[in-house]
């Protein structure tokens, strides 16, 4: 089974280019982030003639995550059970389903903006209720995955630089203690390995050139309990898919299992 992450930067912009990626890249379920449509916009349609169904949490102009599985759609939840509200509603970032055995989590992290700012408070909030909610799944005998971008680098090492970021989002100690929170309900960091460079980033700025530069950050995360990471053959970023004309600033993460293992 091949699973993916992908924060799209919305699926409308990026459709062609989505399509053409899911028929090359040979990928059974797929967790998409930043869908930037609502659920009546979301192009069933299309992917279903490629052989994926979708499920599906967005409402509007931002955020906005889904699945697409070819494998099975199963035992949908939609949003984050116990999650907390932003501005008197519970945002569209997360999903879960399970697809050809696996459980499988799409979750776009809320950004945090400042370090001052009320979303970062809500960031930690969320990643505490996302702790929670996923505790059981992932201390179980079935192979789970959390998979989305978590808008967290998990060590210094995963940003080109980082006294460009002090002071920032990101990086805090806080936001990494909760990446720390979230490993020890019984998850691991699946590391993917890099096409190009010596560090596989997932994440480049539009601006300054960061892309041909190199100068990103890996946000965008595999965790999986022992079961998943078991079954894990490789890991890689699809960097190319990074490059060219109407591109996400993300890349996907790809991670092959062999569940018999």
């Not at 399509?19 to 299309?46: M, N, R, Y």
């Not at 190199?214 to 190319?240: C, H, Q, S, W």
Request: charged fraction near 25%; charge should be negative.
């Amino acid at each position: 089974m091949r699973i993916a992450t992908y924060n799209v930067n919305s699926i409308t912009a990026r459709l062609p280019r989505l399509l053409a990626w899911l028929e090359s890249s040979g990928t059974d379920v797929v967790c998409i982030q930043e869908t930037k449509c609502s659920a009546e916009q979301f192009p069933h349609e299309q992917l279903r003639e490629l052989g994926y169904e979708a499920a599906v949490n967005a409402t509007g102009r931002w955020n906005g995550v889904a699945l697409l599985s070819k494998v099975g759609l199963d035992d949908v939840v939609t949003g984050l059970p116990g999650g907390p509200d932003y501005e008197g509603v519970q945002e569209p970032r997360a999903i879960s389903a399970t697809c050809g055995g696996v459980r499988v989590w799409s979750v776009y992290v809320p950004n945090g903006r400042e370090v001052e700012h009320d979303h970062y408070g809500y960031k930690l909030e969320w990643f505490r209720s996302l702790t929670t909610a996923v505790a059981e799944d992932a201390a179980g005998p079935r192979p789970f995955a959390v998979l989305g971008d978590f808008n967290v680098a998990p060590t210094d090492e995963d940003v080109y630089d980082p006294a460009v970021f002090e002071g920032l989002t990101h990086v805090t100690p806080a936001e990494r203690a909760a990446l720390e929170a979230l490993r020890a309900a019984g998850l691991s960091d699946v590391f993917p390995r890099a096409l190009k460079y010596d560090r596989p980033y997932t994440f480049w700025d539009y601006r300054m050139l960061a892309f041909p530069k190199n100068k990103g950050m890996r946000i965008d995360l595999v965790y999986g309990n022992e079961p998943f990471t078991k079954a894990v053959t490789d890991a890689y970023v699809d960097r190319e898919e990074r490059k060219g004309k109407g591109a996400s600033d993300h890349a996907p993460v790809v991670v092959d299992l062999d569940l018999d293992r």
